[in-house]
């Protein structure tokens, strides 16, 4: 019995239930809107057909298919988004850096830092785009910020959560700033950063979609924006809908990963787990 309700609590059931669920709320969405006068493939399709849309061999603009179209775009936005989201995480730690050094920096970039976060980044990406004229610099500017508020405010926030307990004893060790830093405050903050990153991963790349569909220049976001105006074919939405949850989802667990991989915290519990 204890066995059963182990199983039907463990995340893996909780996670089948809820895509059943979700599944099942779209299929009725999708029959509903059947019966009106409106075309269901090109409001809400069945969920069989955006499947059979990825395997279909046939060309829905230029001589490519759904499939083809989105992933021959998908690469430019991807690779701008990363771009971005690097940047952002390493200015985002500097700056946090900096704050934690001096607290004139902090009084003087936080501020900014929350104006900057409070922006809509539909508000924010044209001015973006005015100002470089280039649509591939704005969509790694606006990934980069994007990534750059939740990493700096995290990894502050890790800064300040060491224990007095342990500035002490490394005053007492005679230990210089940069030892401190070194051996207790960046060990220690590196939980929280990956924590902003976790955040930021799936942003950056949304915002980077959202920058493609300001100018026609390819990417997800231009595509999106075509199949929406019929210039080709619905799927070619749905199929980039999709892709863009699942990548963000794989983002968000990649930098779970490297977490595992890098935190000296999680590397001690792992190695406990297997010892014992």
């Not at 057909?49 to 230029?62: A, D, E, L």
């Not at 949304?206 to 074919?233: P, Y």
């Not at 963000?248 to 190695?271: C, D, N, Q, T, W």
Request: hydrophobic share 50%.
């Amino acid at each position: 019995m204890k066995q059963v309700k182990k199983l039907l609590s463990s995340n893996g059931i909780v996670t089948f239930v809820w895509l059943i669920g979700v599944l099942i709320i779209w299929e009725i969405g999708a029959f509903h809107i059947a019966g009106t006068k409106r075309t269901p493939e090109n409001i809400l399709p069945h969920f069989y057909q955006i499947i059979g849309s990825i395997f279909s061999t046939k060309p829905v603009s230029m001589g490519q298919t759904a499939l083809q179209i989105v992933l021959s775009n998908a690469g430019a936005t991807l690779i701008r988004a990363g771009e971005g989201f690097a940047i952002g995480a390493a200015g985002g730690f500097i700056l946090a850096l900096l704050m934690n050094l001096s607290g004139i920096v902090e009084k003087i970039a936080f501020p900014y830092l929350m104006i900057i976060q409070m922006i809509p980044i539909l508000g924010m990406a044209p001015i973006v785009l005015a100002i470089t004229r280039d649509i591939g610099s704005s969509r790694i500017i606006i990934a980069a910020i994007l990534t750059f508020y939740p990493v700096a405010t995290n990894t502050l926030a890790g800064f300040k959560a060491v224990e007095r307990e342990k500035h002490d004893l490394m005053f007492l060790c005679a230990a210089t700033k940069v030892q401190i830093y070194v051996k207790t405050l960046i060990p220690s903050s590196i939980p929280y950063f990956f924590t902003g990153l976790k955040i930021s991963a799936p942003m950056a790349i949304t915002a980077s979609i959202l920058v493609d569909t300001l100018q026609g220049d390819g990417g997800l976001g231009c595509m999106l924006s075509q199949s929406l105006k019929h210039a080709m074919s619905i799927m070619v939405f749905w199929q980039i809908v999709f892709l863009s949850a699942i990548i963000g989802i794989l983002s968000f667990y990649l930098m779970g990963v490297a977490e595992k991989l890098l935190s000296p915290h999680k590397r001690a519990l792992r190695r406990k787990k297997e010892e014992s």
